[in-house]
């Protein structure tokens, strides 16, 4: 039986470096987001033939992306490891893009949260397509999927 889905999403805590209350909000909205509906198949073939569901758990070593796959009963799946390098440029564009969101949330006109809000969509989705690319072959997932993979993928490279 095929269920290409997750129910269970884990953050390495140690490799998140820095919280506040704005970041811890938008890893819980992903989080429960990603649980309520998503799309995930990892693409290689098992013995045994399962499908699904999925406990994944996200690390970052070594400057790369860990993403270990469990079924779930919780016994290992498999692990994809993926180079961050190509998503150096849009984690730090989103980081920029939504500092400035923040911002405009306290302050600004109504006109300008709007402005900055769809320049952080447009961050946002371009690089959720570049992770389905760099998922191609791996796992197959979908958009708003890869979308909120993104997020906690973000969440993972937060400085302070």
Not at 35 to 52: I, Q, S, T, V, W
Not at 105 to 118: C, F, L, N, Y
Not at 136 to 156: H, M, Q, S, Y
Request: contains cysteine.
């Amino acid at each position: 039986m095929s269920d290409p889905r997750l129910i269970h999403i884990d953050l390495d805590q140690g490799s998140i470096i820095h919280r506040n209350a704005d970041i811890e909000q938008e890893r819980r909205i992903a989080i429960f987001d990603l649980l309520e509906e998503n799309y995930f198949r990892p693409e290689r073939k098992h013995d045994d033939g399962y499908e699904g569901p999925f406990r994944l758990t996200l690390s970052v070593h070594d400057g790369r992306l860990v993403m270990d796959i469990a079924r779930e009963d919780t016994s290992h799946f498999e692990t994809i490891v993926l180079g961050m390098a190509r998503f150096q440029r849009p984690i730090r564009e989103y980081f920029a893009i939504c500092d400035s969101y923040f911002q405009a949330v306290k302050q600004a006109s109504a006109q300008h949260i709007e402005t900055v809000d769809m320049a952080r969509r447009g961050i946002h989705n371009d690089a959720s397509e570049l992770l389905k690319e760099r998922l191609a072959g791996k796992i197959e997932v979908d958009f708003d999927t890869a979308r909120r993979l993104f997020t906690l993928i973000c969440v993972l490279h937060i400085k302070g």
